[in-house]
C-alpha cells in the first residue's frame, strides 16, 4: 500500500504533505490530551508491533501479497489520535532507514494509512459497536470488521489521489475497480490478524483497550 | 500481568515477528505494486530518494545472507520505531498533557 515517487504529481503530493503535517500536528495534540503516562510505553510499543507486523507480506491471490496496515489496530488499543501518530511513525521508519514508500508520497501514504485506516477506521468501530453484541466478543468482531473495511477505504484514499493528480494514463475506473477488488481481499487478513491480536489484549489486559467502553470508566477512575 | 511484564512480553512478541516470522513473508508485490504493474503504471514510479541507505529495503543488500538481512532489518526497525514513537508520545504529553484531570497520575 507504499505509494512510491512518481505515481502521484509532485502538486498533488506537496497537497497532501501540507494536510497529513497539519493532521499530524493536530493529532499530537489530541493524543497529548487523552494519553496517560502510563499509556506512553504501550503506545510506543503498538508503533513497534505494527511495523514488525507490516514486514509480513500474506500470500493473498497467486502473484499478490498483502501485509497489514495496523490502523485499527492501533487505534482500539490506544486511541484513534494515537493510531494516526502510529501510522506516520511507522511511515517515516519505512521511508527514511528502509526506502520503503518515496518521500515525496510521505503525505499521501499518512493519509491514506493514517488518518483514513486508522481514524477512519475507529469511526466505522465504534459504529459497529452499537449494532453489535456487547461484551467481548462483540468488541473483538467490531476491531475486526472495522480493520478489514478500513484496507479498501486506505485503497480508495490512493484511488482519489490517483484521480487528482495520477501520472500515468490509465484511466481513473480501471484504478478504482482494480484497487477495491484486490483490496477487499487484503482486507480479510487484515480483519483477521486484527480481531486475534485484540482479543488475546482484551483477555488478558481488557484495562489498556482504549476502545473498550465498558473499561473506560474504570480506567478513566483510576487515572482521576 | 503487570506492566512491566506486558511491555517485555509485547516487546519480545514484536521482535518475533520482524526477526522470526519475517523470514517467511512472502516475495510478491503487494497490492497497490500489483495493481500498479497489471494496469501499467508500475513505470511511472521513480527511485527512492534514499535508495542507497544501507537497510534500503529492508537490508536486501546488507549481506549475501537473506536471513540474516532480514533479521537485522527487522530488528533496527522496530527498535528505531519504539524509540521514535515513544519519544514522540512522551513530548506530546509533556507539551500538551497538562490538563489536570490527564496529568495526576
Known amino acids: 500500500m507504499h505509494i512510491p515517487d512518481g505515481f502521484i504529481n509532485g502538486v498533488t503530493s506537496a497537497g497532501f504533505g501540507v494536510a497529513a503535517a497539519g493532521g499530524l500536528g493536530a493529532a499530537v495534540k489530541q493524543t497529548g490530551k487523552y494519553l496517560s503516562e502510563r499509556q506512553v510505553p504501550l503506545a510506543g510499543l503498538v508503533a513497534a508491533f505494527v511495523f514488525a507486523a507490516q514486514m509480513i507480506n500474506f500470500p493473498v491471490i497467486s502473484g499478490m501479497s498483502g501485509h497489514l496496515l495496523g490502523g485499527v489496530l492501533a487505534a482500539v488499543l490506544v486511541g484513534p489520535w494515537a493510531g494516526f501518530v502510529i501510522l506516520s511513525v511507522v511511515l517515516v521508519v519505512q521511508g527514511i532507514f528502509f526506502a520503503d514508500g518515496g518521500l515525496s508520497a510521505l503525505g499521501l501514504n499518512i493519509v491514506n494509512m493514517g488518518f483514513l485506516g486508522a481514524v477512519g477506521g475507529y469511526a466505522i468501530y465504534r459504529t459497529l459497536l452499537k449494532v453489535l453484541p456487547k461484551g467481548d466478543r462483540g468488541l473483538v468482531l467490531a476491531a475486526g470488521i472495522a480493520a478489514g473495511i478500513a484496507v479498501p477505504i486506505a485503497a480508495m484514499g490512493f484511488v482519489a489521489q490517483y484521480a487528482i493528480g495520477g501520472a500515468s494514463n490509465v484511466s481513473v475506473g480501471a484504478v478504482f475497480t482494480a484497487m477495491l477488488g484486490t483490496h477487499v481481499l487484503i482486507g480479510i487478513g487484515e480483519g483477521v490478524i486484527t480481531a486475534l491480536v485484540i482479543g488475546a489484549v482484551v483477555g488478558s489486559r481488557p484495562d489498556l483497550v482504549y476502545g473498550a467502553p465498558e473499561y473506560l470508566g474504570r480506567r478513566t477512575e483510576a487515572l482521576a | 500481568m503487570t506492566n512491566r511484564r506486558l511491555f517485555v512480553v509485547g516487546l519480545v512478541l514484536a521482535l518475533g515477528v520482524a526477526v522470526v516470522l519475517a523470514q517467511f513473508a512472502s516475495s510478491s508485490p503487494d497490492g497497490l505494486e500489483y495493481v500498479a504493474e497489471q494496469e501499467g503504471f508500475l513505470e511511472t514510479a521513480g527511485d527512492h530518494d534514499l535508495a542507497e541507505v544501507p ?33 514522540v508520545f512522551w513530548l506530546a504529553r509533556k507539551t500538551n498533557g497538562d490538563d489536570p484531570e490527564s496529568a495526576s497520575t
Do not use: D, K, P, R
Open chain 2, 55 to 87: 537497510l534500503a529495503n529492508y537490508g536486501e543488500t546488507l549481506t549475501s545472507n537473506g536471513w540474516a538481512n532480514t533479521a537485522v532489518a527487522g530488528l533496527a526497525g522496530t527498535l528505531a520505531t519504539l524509540a521514535i514513537g515513544s519519544g
